[in-house]
């Protein structure tokens, strides 16, 4: 009976992602609209983009869709849209891959432009449009395009809710991130959000939210590794001489562990993290 019921369960999942895959691509008038039958997963997505996969697999990469739109004349547009298992993955991606200098658009959550390419990133999923055809979409098609795949998306539009913890004083304009794992090189910090700041000789500020125990869990096992003399205390900020890192600030307050590193000014680097610090403090 169980058997029968997982498998009948099974089945129904996988109608609805067949839906959701024919809902992912809307007709768009003046082009013709065809999806490709194949559709990437973890185990063949180096299949398509052999050098980045493990880059996206890091930010738990789950199927990647593709279409074509064409019209007369030689134009045609492909879109991809990788979906990742959570918004903040999808945002730690998209994160990964855009610069600074890129002209930003207002298409999802954010997306920018280049010659002949569009990206952006909506809930779970990261979109790429790119000219295809033998000659040039233009920057109008490409954002119409792309402006109806996000509505037929329907994600929820919203910025993961730690980037407003960050100060606004002295950040550097589209330096957020965000790390899934192997954050600072060791294999427990994970999940950590960064931006980097010009104050008092510039830093890196990172912020890891973890479930209810974990913070403090990493944060001891971190200063476990340290010899004792490589870990002092500033008031409510220890102080690790990293031999990878150089030096780091951290300070623990509930499910979230605050702090800096790079940082050429100790006493910036302090008042930073309580600058964080006062805002969990508000939640």
């Known amino acids: 009976m169980i058997k029968k019921s997982t498998l009948l369960l099974t089945i129904l999942l996988s109608g609805s992602l067949l839906f959701a895959a024919d809902e992912m691509f809307p007709d768009i008038k003046g082009w013709k609209m065809k999806k490709d039958n194949l559709v990437y997963t973890p185990d063949n997505l180096w299949e398509l983009i052999n050098g980045a996969a493990e880059l996206y697999l890091a930010y738990d990469f ?11 004349k030689g134009v045609a547009v492909n879109v991809e849209l990788y979906r990742h298992s959570s918004p903040v993955n999808t945002y730690g991606i998209y994160t990964a891959e855009r610069m600074p200098d890129y002209d930003f658009i207002e298409t999802g959550i954010q997306g920018y432009t280049g010659p002949g390419i569009l990206h952006f990133f909506t809930g779970h999923y990261y979109v790429k449009v790119l000219s295809a055809g033998s000659e040039d979409a ?7 395009i792309a402006d109806r795949i996000s509505a037929s998306l ?10 407003s913890l960050f100060p606004s004083e002295g950040k550097v304009s589209m ?7 192997n954050f600072m ?6 999940s950590a959000f960064t931006a980097r700041y010009d104050a008092g000789g510039g830093f890196t500020l990172f912020i890891i939210h973890g479930k209810a125990g974990e913070a403090e869990a990493m944060l001891n096992r971190y200063k476990g590794m340290m010899k004792e003399d490589k870990v002092q205390q500033k008031g409510k900020v220890d102080i690790i001489q990293d031999l990878f890192n150089a030096r780091v600030y951290l300070s623990l307050k509930g499910d979230y562990l605050v702090g800096v590193m790079n940082a050429s000014d100790e006493n910036v680097a302090v008042e930073y993290i309580g600058k964080v610090l ?6």
């Open 62 to 72: 789950q199927d990647l869709h593709l279409a074509t739109y064409t019209r007369s």
């Open 138 to 144: 233009g920057k109008e098609n490409l954002k119409a």
């Open 154 to 163: 329907n994600q929820n539009n919203s910025w993961p809710d730690e980037l």
């Open 175 to 181: 330096s957020d991130a965000y790390y899934a794992g």
């Open 185 to 190: 090189g060791y294999s427990f910090f994970h």
């Open 278 to 283: 006062e805002k969990i403090g508000q939640r």
